[in-house]
C-alpha cells in the first residue's frame, strides 16, 4: 500500500498507468471488434480510451518546459554521441509536447479553427524522431558494451558467416542479459517506435498490435519507475 | 526558479491543484460573464475547458482513497488523542469521498450502468462536508490550545494591557474582554500562519458542498471564487512546504 502511495503521488506514476489503461483498452477493443461481439461495450471501450488520451493530454501540458530542461542538462554530457542523441532527443520531445498541447486545445474547444490531423501528425512526427535517437542511443551503449567484451576475449575470428553470426548474436544476448537498464530501454523504445509509424502511415500494424506495444512499452515504464535501478542512465 | 516550478509540477498533487485553480477561475469568469451577449464564445470555450478540467481530474482520482487510508493509519497514531481523532475521522471521510467520486466516475464513462449517478454524487458531497467539518474542528482545537499557550505568555500579557489602553474609545473597547479577546485571537493567527491559512482553506472550501447539497445555497459566483481562493492556498502551502500545517 505504501509502495502505492509512493508511486501515485508522482504526477508520471499516474500518467503511465493511464498509458496502461489505454493501450489495454485499445487492444481490448480490437479484440472485441474481431469477434464481432458487445458493440455497446466496444463503444464504452472506445470513448473509454479517448477521455484517458485527452486527461493524459491534459497531464502533459507544460511537459515541454521539463524536456527543455532536461536538454540543458544532457548539452554537458562528456561523450559527445551521448550528448548529440540525447540533447536533440530531447529537444524533439519538447516540439512534440508543445504539438500535443495545440491538439488539446483544439480538442477542447479553446482554439477554433485548428486543422487536427496536421497538428496530430506534426507531433507523432517528433516523436518518431525523439524515438529514433533514443533507439541510436541504445545502440551506441550497446556497441561500446560490445567492445568491451571483445577486449577481453581475443579469439580468431571463425571463417564462416554463420557461426560468426552466431557468436555475435549470443555476445549480444549476454550483453543485454548482463545490464537489464539497457535491454528494457531497448525493448520500451522498439515498442514504442510502432505507434507513431502506425500512426502516421509509414509502417501500419492495426489497433492490436499498436495496443500491445503501447501496453508493453508502458508496463515496462511503470517497472523502471518502480525500480528506480533499473532506468538507463544518463 | 524553474526547477522549483518543474518539481511542484512533478508531484501529482500540484498539477491537479493547478487544475482545480483553473477549473473555479474558470467557473467564477462564466459567472462574472454571463450577462454579456457579446462574449457568449468566450464562455462557451471556458464552459468547455472547465467541463474538461473537471472530468479529467475525476480520472486523476481514481486510487485517492488508498492514499487517505494510509493517512488515517498515520493519524491514529498521534499523541493527542483529540487531533487524532479529528484528523483520522477527517481522512476515512475522505477517503468514502474518494469512492463515491470514483463510482460517479465510473457511471459517467459507461463502466457501471445500475448506480444511481445523483445518489453516489450528494453522499460523495456529503462525507466531503464532514471531512471538512472534522478538519474545521481540528483547526479551532489547534487555535484554542494556541491562545491559552499564548494568554499564558508575559510578554504577550504586556502587549495586551498596553493594547486595552491604547484606544478607548474604539467600539469594541465598550466590552474589554471581547476586544481581548479578539486581540488574542488576531495575534495568534498572525503568530501562527499555518494555522490561518488552514482555516481560511476549509472555509472557502465549506461553501462547495454546502452548495451542492442545498444546505446554504450561494451562487456559481461564490463557489467558483471560494474555490479558486482555496485552490490558491493549497498552491502556496504545497510550493513553501513551511506554511502547511502539520500533522
Same mark, same amino acid.
Given at each position: 500500500?505504501?509502495?502505492?502511495?509512493r508511486?501515485n503521488t508522482?504526477?508520471?506514476?499516474? &500518467?503511465?498507468v493511464?498509458?496502461a489503461? +489505454?493501450?489495454a483498452?485499445?487492444?481490448?477493443?480490437y479484440?472485441?471488434?474481431?469477434?464481432?461481439?458487445?458493440?455497446?461495450? +466496444?463503444?464504452?471501450i472506445?470513448e473509454? &480510451?479517448? %477521455?484517458?488520451?485527452?486527461?493524459?493530454k491534459?497531464l502533459?501540458?507544460g511537459n515541454?518546459?521539463?524536456? #527543455? +530542461?532536461?536538454?540543458?542538462?544532457?548539452i %554537458?554530457l562528456?561523450?559527445?554521441? #551521448?550528448?548529440?542523441c540525447l540533447t536533440?532527443?530531447?529537444?524533439?520531445r519538447?516540439m512534440?509536447?508543445a =504539438?500535443d498541447?495545440v491538439?488539446?486545445?483544439?480538442?477542447?474547444?479553446?482554439?477554433?479553427?485548428l486543422?487536427? +490531423?496536421?497538428?496530430? %501528425?506534426?507531433?507523432?512526427r517528433?516523436?518518431l524522431?525523439?524515438?529514433?535517437?533514443?533507439?541510436?542511443?541504445?545502440v551506441? &551503449?550497446?556497441?561500446l558494451?560490445?567492445? =568491451? &567484451?571483445?577486449?577481453?576475449?581475443?579469439?580468431?575470428t571463425?571463417?564462416v558467416?554463420?557461426?560468426?553470426l552466431r557468436?555475435?548474436i549470443h555476445q549480444?544476448?549476454?550483453?543485454?542479459?548482463?545490464n537489464?537498464p539497457?535491454?528494457?530501454?531497448?525493448?520500451?523504445n522498439g515498442?514504442?517506435?510502432?505507434?507513431p509509424?502506425?500512426k502516421?502511415g509509414i509502417?501500419?500494424?492495426?489497433?492490436?498490435?499498436v495496443?500491445?506495444?503501447g501496453?508493453?512499452?508502458?508496463? #515496462?515504464?511503470?517497472?523502471t519507475?518502480?525500480h528506480?535501478w533499473?532506468?538507463?542512465k544518463p | *526558479?524553474m526547477?522549483?516550478?518543474? $518539481?511542484? /509540477?512533478?508531484?501529482?498533487?500540484?498539477?491537479?491543484? @493547478?487544475?482545480?485553480?483553473t477549473?473555479? /477561475?474558470?467557473?467564477?469568469?462564466?459567472?462574472?460573464?454571463?450577462?454579456k451577449?457579446d462574449?457568449k464564445?468566450?464562455?462557451?470555450r471556458l464552459?468547455?475547458l472547465?467541463?474538461?478540467m473537471?472530468?479529467g481530474?475525476?480520472?486523476l482520482?481514481l486510487g485517492?482513497?488508498?492514499?487517505?487510508i494510509?493517512?488515517?493509519?498515520?493519524? *491514529?497514531q498521534?499523541?493527542?488523542?483529540?487531533?487524532?481523532?479529528?484528523?483520522? @475521522?477527517? !481522512?476515512?471521510?475522505r477517503?468514502?469521498y474518494?469512492?463515491?467520486?470514483n463510482a460517479?466516475?465510473? $457511471?459517467?464513462?459507461?463502466?457501471?450502468?445500475?448506480i !444511481? $449517478?445523483?445518489?453516489?454524487?450528494?453522499?460523495?458531497?456529503?462525507?466531503?462536508?464532514?471531512?471538512l467539518? *472534522? !478538519?474545521?474542528?481540528?483547526?479551532?482545537? @489547534?487555535i484554542?490550545?494556541?491562545m491559552?499557550k499564548?494568554?499564558?505568555d508575559?510578554r504577550f500579557?504586556s502587549? *495586551?494591557n498596553q493594547?486595552?489602553s491604547d484606544c478607548?474609545?474604539? /467600539?469594541?473597547?465598550?466590552?474589554?474582554?471581547?476586544?481581548a479577546?479578539?486581540?488574542?485571537?488576531?495575534?495568534?493567527l498572525?503568530?501562527?500562519?499555518?494555522?490561518?491559512?488552514?482555516?481560511?482553506?476549509?472555509?472557502?472550501?465549506l461553501f462547495?458542498?454546502?452548495?451542492?447539497?442545498?444546505?446554504?445555497?450561494?451562487?456559481?459566483?461564490?463557489v467558483g471564487?471560494?474555490?479558486l481562493?482555496s485552490?490558491l492556498i493549497?498552491?502556496?502551502?504545497?510550493?513553501r512546504?513551511?506554511?502547511?500545517i502539520?500533522?
Amino acid at each position: 500500500m505504501d509502495s502505492w502511495v509512493r508511486f501515485n503521488t508522482q504526477s508520471q506514476g499516474k &500518467e503511465r498507468v493511464l498509458r496502461a489503461a +489505454q493501450y489495454a483498452c485499445m487492444l481490448l477493443g480490437y479484440t472485441l471488434h474481431k469477434s464481432s461481439v458487445a458493440t455497446d461495450l +466496444q463503444r464504452t471501450i472506445s470513448e473509454l &480510451e479517448a %477521455h484517458m488520451s485527452l486527461t493524459r493530454k491534459l497531464l502533459r501540458l507544460g511537459n515541454s518546459v521539463e524536456a #527543455l +530542461q532536461a536538454a540543458k542538462t544532457t548539452i %554537458h554530457l562528456s561523450d559527445s554521441v #551521448l550528448r548529440l542523441c540525447l540533447t536533440i532527443g530531447h529537444l524533439n520531445r519538447a516540439m512534440y509536447f508543445a =504539438c500535443d498541447n495545440v491538439v488539446w486545445a483544439g480538442k477542447i474547444g479553446i482554439i477554433s479553427k485548428l486543422d487536427q +490531423q496536421k497538428w496530430n %501528425h506534426r507531433s507523432f512526427r517528433y516523436y518518431l524522431f525523439a524515438l529514433i535517437l533514443n533507439v541510436t542511443r541504445d545502440v551506441y &551503449e550497446l556497441c561500446l558494451l560490445l567492445d =568491451c &567484451e571483445d577486449c577481453y576475449r581475443i579469439t580468431a575470428t571463425p571463417a564462416v558467416m554463420w557461426v560468426w553470426l552466431r557468436k555475435r548474436i549470443h555476445q549480444i544476448g549476454t550483453v543485454l542479459y548482463n545490464n537489464p537498464p539497457l535491454l528494457l530501454d531497448l525493448l520500451k523504445n522498439g515498442c514504442d517506435i510502432f505507434i507513431p509509424l502506425d500512426k502516421l502511415g509509414i509502417y501500419q500494424t492495426g489497433p492490436g498490435f499498436v495496443g500491445t506495444c503501447g501496453l508493453l512499452s508502458s508496463v #515496462l515504464s511503470i517497472v523502471t519507475m518502480l525500480h528506480p535501478w533499473l532506468k538507463l542512465k544518463p | *526558479m524553474m526547477d522549483a516550478v518543474l $518539481k511542484f /509540477a512533478n508531484q501529482s498533487q500540484g498539477r491537479d491543484r @493547478v487544475f482545480r485553480a483553473t477549473q473555479y /477561475a474558470c467557473a467564477l469568469s462564466i459567472y462574472l460573464l454571463r450577462n454579456k451577449p457579446d462574449r457568449k464564445d468566450l464562455v462557451a470555450r471556458l464552459k468547455s475547458l472547465e467541463n474538461n478540467m473537471s472530468a479529467g481530474r475525476k480520472l486523476l482520482r481514481l486510487g485517492n482513497a488508498a492514499n487517505s487510508i494510509v493517512a488515517a493509519k498515520q493519524t *491514529m497514531q498521534l499523541s493527542d488523542r483529540l487531533l487524532g481523532l479529528c484528523l483520522t @475521522v477527517a !481522512n476515512i471521510n475522505r477517503a468514502l469521498y474518494f469512492i463515491c467520486d470514483n463510482a460517479v466516475w465510473a $457511471k459517467n464513462v459507461g463502466l457501471i450502468r445500475s448506480i !444511481n $449517478k445523483e445518489r453516489w454524487s450528494i453522499n460523495a458531497s456529503r462525507y466531503y462536508l464532514f471531512s471538512l467539518v *472534522m !478538519n474545521l474542528t481540528r483547526d479551532l482545537y @489547534v487555535i484554542l490550545q494556541l491562545m491559552q499557550k499564548k494568554g499564558r505568555d508575559n510578554r504577550f500579557k504586556s502587549r *495586551m494591557n498596553q493594547h486595552l489602553s491604547d484606544c478607548p474609545e474604539v /467600539a469594541e473597547a465598550v466590552i474589554p474582554e471581547l476586544d481581548a479577546l479578539i486581540f488574542l485571537l488576531l495575534e495568534t493567527l498572525r503568530s501562527e500562519p499555518t494555522v490561518a491559512l488552514d482555516t481560511v482553506k476549509n472555509i472557502c472550501d465549506l461553501f462547495i458542498p454546502l452548495d451542492r447539497l442545498g444546505i446554504y445555497k450561494s451562487s456559481a459566483g461564490v463557489v467558483g471564487f471560494c474555490g479558486l481562493i482555496s485552490s490558491l492556498i493549497g498552491i502556496l502551502t504545497l510550493a513553501r512546504p513551511t506554511l502547511r500545517i502539520k500533522p
